[in-house]
Every structure is written in structure tokens, then in C-alpha cells.
């Protein structure tokens, strides 16, 4: 099976801009969560969809967003980016997305200039 | 408020030495733990989960401890290979319907070097 798939890998955006990151979960899993993972933050739960509702959020500006797709795909925007934006975003997906293992993928490291 | 608190000590092993990483929760109304491992460039990878009903929980090589009593979790990793060599994250979360989806409360992290 293969695993959570997030891309692209690396981006660099300039303040102000907005970025689209996009994630491909497991085969079957229908939940699928996004964290922010910076240096001083650490981990930090951003949102969370199923079956294309968001079910979940966290304590972030709303110029964090995201949708999930009927094919449980999903992608989360970033808009007028701002330096302290940059960090590692993961996407991790789930089953049913509480009280069990997430799976996440690689990560998209985003460098806001 | 929800929070596991870690402050990202450092746990310098030979190989083939055990390991102990230890973790503090504050939410006594958790009722489900999970470890993960994080090595450079990638995703956090699952080592292994505990629920509240349990106090111990064996996997290969690994162990994890849940202590109730004191809101503490720990992971036990024996015989230590420089392959072991990550950052290491205890996480929880709340089953409490709505606020809990998708939701990993995550310390802050241990980093674990094994040395040959």
C-alpha cells in the first residue's frame, strides 16, 4: 500500500503570495489532517477533513484553509504569506481520524522570503 | 489546557544500550498515547500506540509505559542501534467527539543519538 503522498516537496514564496500544498492519503482512509512543524512551535494541528467536511480546527489564522476532495484527497492554502509561515507542513491520514494512529507523509517545506 | 509537554532534551546512548524516553501529559482525560519517531527530511513514523485502559504495551523492541496516576508515558527501546537515531514524539489525544478529529497533542520532542 503506498503511503501518504505529499507535494511538492520544497516551495519558496515571497511574502504576500498564497501557496497551495496538496496531500494524497492512504488507500481507504477517509480522514485526513494537516500540522504545521516549526523549530519553536513544534507540532501543530491545523485542520482536519472527512468525507469533504472539515470536522476540525485549530488555532490558526484564517488565511489557512483547506478541502478535501471525494476522493479524500485534499489540499490546504496558504494566502498573503507572511515569514513566519515558514515551517514543514505535514499531512497525515487515518480511518476515521480519532483515537488511532495517524500515517504521515514526508512533509512540504515551505520557505517564505 | 491540552498539552504534553516536552522540552526537547537530549538522550546520548552507546548501541546496544536500552533507552528510556520519558513524556508528561496534562490532559488527565486523554485516553489514547502514541509514539512517534521523526528522522531528518521525513514525516513522523509510528512506533506504537497505547490506550488508557492499559499500563503497558509491547511492540518489537519497543515498550511503552502509560502511568495514570502521574499523567506520565514513557518509551522503552532496548538494545539501541545508530538506525534508532531520530527525534522521538509522544502525542495524545482526547476523545471528546468534535474537538478531538484528526487532533495529536504532540510534545516537544527528544532527540536520541546512538553512538557505534
Known amino acids: 500500500k503506498a503511503g501518504v503522498t505529499q507535494t511538492p516537496r520544497y516551495l519558496i514564496k515571497t511574502r504576500g503570495q498564497q501557496v497551495t500544498l496538496s496531500c494524497s492519503p492512504i488507500s481507504g482512509h477517509r480522514s485526513v489532517s494537516w500540522y504545521q512543524q516549526t523549530p519553536g512551535q513544534g507540532l501543530q494541528f491545523l485542520f482536519e477533513?472527512?468525507?469533504?467536511?472539515?470536522?476540525n480546527k485549530g488555532n490558526f489564522p484564517g488565511r489557512f484553509s483547506g478541502r478535501q476532495f471525494s476522493n479524500s484527497r485534499s489540499e490546504m492554502n496558504v494566502s498573503t504569506l507572511e515569514l513566519g509561515d515558514s515551517a514543514l507542513y505535514l499531512c497525515?491520514?487515518?480511518?476515521?481520524?480519532?483515537?488511532?494512529?495517524?500515517?504521515f507523509g514526508s512533509g512540504t517545506q515551505l520557505s517564505v522570503l | 489546557g491540552e498539552s504534553v509537554g516536552l522540552h526537547l532534551p537530549t538522550l546520548s546512548v552507546q548501541e546496544g544500550d536500552n533507552s528510556i524516553i520519558n513524556c508528561a501529559y496534562s490532559?488527565?482525560?486523554?485516553?489514547?498515547f502514541i509514539w512517534y519517531k521523526q528522522e531528518s527530511g521525513k514525516g513522523p513514523q509510528f512506533i506504537i500506540d497505547i490506550r488508557s485502559n492499559m499500563d503497558k504495551r509491547q511492540g518489537q523492541r519497543v515498550t511503552v509505559l502509560l502511568n495514570k496516576t502521574v499523567k506520565h508515558l514513557s518509551l522503552q527501546i532496548a538494545a539501541t542501534q545508530p538506525g534508532d537515531s531520530a527525534v522521538y514524539f509522544c502525542?495524545?489525544?482526547?476523545?471528546?467527539?468534535?474537538?478531538?478529529?484528526?487532533?495529536?497533542?504532540f510534545g516537544q520532542g527528544t532527540i536520541l543519538t546512538v553512538h557505534p
Open positions: 502525542a495524545e489525544n482526547l476523545n471528546a467527539g468534535g474537538t478531538s478529529y484528526g487532533k495529536l497533542t
Open positions: 490532559n488527565s482525560a486523554s485516553d489514547y
Open positions: 497525515a491520514s487515518s480511518l476515521q481520524g480519532i483515537n488511532e494512529k495517524l500515517f
Open positions: 477533513y472527512f468525507s469533504e467536511t472539515q470536522r
